[in-house]
Each structure stands twice: as C-alpha cells, then as structure tokens.
C-alpha cells in the first residue's frame, strides 16, 4: 500500500495493480483514493483492481464511465489498453464502450471488446452489433463473432455456419486447418440447437476426417435424430484410441 503513494507513476502503477490480491478491508479505500491519481495508467488500474477487491463498490461505476467518456477521444494505441481494461471489468456501464469498439473488430481494441462478449455471456450484444465482425476479411474475427452469437443461440447465425461446413468455402487453407474449421462450425451449430443442422450433420458423416464425422454424429445425437452410420463413427474412434495405445 505504501509504494502507491511513490512519487514514481511506474511504482504506483505495479503496486496498484498487486492490490486487486489483498483482502477488500485492506485495499478498497487507498484503491478509490488512486482512482484520482494524476497518472492515467494508475486510475485504470486502480479500477481494475477494485473490481476484483469488491465488486459491485459504487466507485466502479462511476470509473467505468470516466473511462469510457475517455476512449471517445483516446489514440488507437490508447483505445486497446482502454478496452481490455473494460473488457476486464466487464459491468453494464462498460458495455456501450465495448460497442463502441466493436465498431472496428480488426483493431486491437475491436480484439479485446471481441473477447470480453465472449468470456461473459452476461453481456448483452445483438446480431446487428456484430455486423462489422461478422464481414471481416479475418477468419479470426469472424469465428470470434459466430462463438459470441452461438453462446446467445442467436439463430441468425446458422446459416454463415452451415456456409462453412461446405466442401467448397474458397478459403486457401491446408485440409487440417479446414476439417478445425468445419468441426468448429459443427459445434457452434449443436449449441445453437437449430433442426436447419440436421441435413448438414447427414452429410459431413460421409467426410473424410474423423474429428468431422465425430462432430457430426455428436450434433446428430444432441438434435436426436437418428443415423445407421453413427455407430460406424463410434468403431472409428474406438479403433483409433486403441492404436494410440
């Protein structure tokens, strides 16, 4: 406690950030204190550790806003610590500057608004609100926006999967890194829990990779709906672990 009063903003900003482990009795009023601190960096992390000391304290509020009122006019270097810092907190009040950051998915601060819908479904976010993500030139990103729909069984989002599942996606990938791919999109679709994956768990029985058909026949049973070539699938995977022993 005693090295975030140092004159050195370095100093107080590596103790600050070590408070969010102390108890809340001993840390949350010198936290609330440097949430006026002259360094910028020492008040982010000031209100990050307070929301892990005592989540829910009426200052986070109040410094989430500040925050975000801060990342309108924020660099893009800036608008990346900004929102992971959000991201972090992860309250309602955080959640029209995590928006906001969305509106770039392929920035640095798109990334981390991207990975905080994701780690807490709590969250609210719309299939509009994930349009930019939804077209990005980065299957990355793209993937990011598909996990963050599927969590909320958004059903819009079933057909851009079931798009990826086609034999044919135009993407210049190596096989393995297609079958991922397909198995991904196979598992966004069975928790989704649309019947429109039905016909598309049908056909990718008959591919060639395994983790594939293993996907395919999890969906068909998860929906289920029945399939002679499922315990097929079963005699696979079971040869397989016993060749691996």
Do not use: C
């Amino acid at each position: 406690v005693n090295a975030t009063r140092d004159a050195n903003p370095r100093i107080r900003s590596g103790a600050t950030r070590a408070m969010r482990l102390l108890p809340a009795r001993f840390a949350d009023q010198r936290l609330v204190e440097l949430l006026s601190d002259q360094d910028p960096s020492v008040r982010m992390l000031a209100l990050m550790s307070l929301s892990r000391t005592h989540p829910g304290h009426p200052s986070i509020a109040k410094g989430v806003k500040a925050a975000g009122e801060r990342y309108r006019n924020a660099n893009v270097g800036e608008r990346g610590r900004l929102t992971q810092i959000l991201g972090y907190i992860g309250t309602p009040e955080a959640e029209p500057y995590l928006k906001l950051a969305l509106r770039a998915p392929d920035s640095n601060a798109g990334g981390y608004a991207l990975a905080a819908f994701e780690a807490n479904p709590k969250l609210p976010v719309t299939w509009a609100e994930l349009g930019a993500a939804r077209k990005s030139r980065l299957l990355v990103t793209v993937m990011a926006a598909l996990r963050i729909a599927a969590d909320r069984k958004m059903r819009e989002a079933v057909l851009p999967l079931i798009d990826m599942t086609a034999p044919s996606t135009g993407m210049d990938v190596s096989p393995t890194y297609h079958a991922s791919i397909v198995d991904e999109a196979e598992d966004l679709l069975r928790k989704i829990g649309d019947p429109r994956a039905v016909p598309v768990f049908r056909g990718l029985l008959a591919d060639e990779d395994l983790r594939v058909k293993a996907s395919a026949a999890a969906g068909l049973l998860s929906a289920g709906a029945e399939d002679p070539r499922i315990a097929g699938v079963k005699r696979e995977i079971e040869t397989q672990a016993s060749d691996a022993l």
